[in-house]
Nanobody, 116 residues
């Protein structure tokens, strides 16, 4: 079992930045993938960024260059630095973890609102 708790969401103007953080309840050293998904009103949940245990990253095309995902195995955290935010980035952002046994876990979500 892994509990994930997100923080760092909020309201920001277009062009601004936010940093999301996700804290895991246990060591993430053995967790294969950690990352972020988002869900905007009326839309399906979509991948934002993933980072593997080995540090490989994958980003949605819409956030490449603007967002950076990082992982700190010593602190059991994963972060998402979001720059040049646009109104289309408005969504609830969810932390995600997939273990070596392919069990998946989700955080409760944190709201990000970008005003134009």
């Amino acid at each position: 079992q892994v509990q994930l708790v997100e923080s760092g969401g909020g309201l920001v103007q277009a062009g601004g930045s936010l940093r999301l953080s996700c804290a895991a309840s246990r060591s993430i050293f053995s967790i294969n993938d950690m990352g972020w998904y988002r869900q905007a009103p009326g839309k399906q949940r979509e991948l934002v960024a993933i980072i593997t245990r080995g540090g490989r990253t994958n980003y949605a095309d819409s956030v490449k260059v603007r967002f950076t995902i990082s992982r700190d195995n010593a602190k059991n955290t994963v972060a998402l630095q979001m720059n040049s935010l646009q109104p289309d980035d408005t969504a609830v952002y969810y932390c995600y973890a997939r273990t070596a046994t392919s069990s998946t876990y989700w955080g409760q979500g944190t709201q990000v609102t970008v005003s134009s």
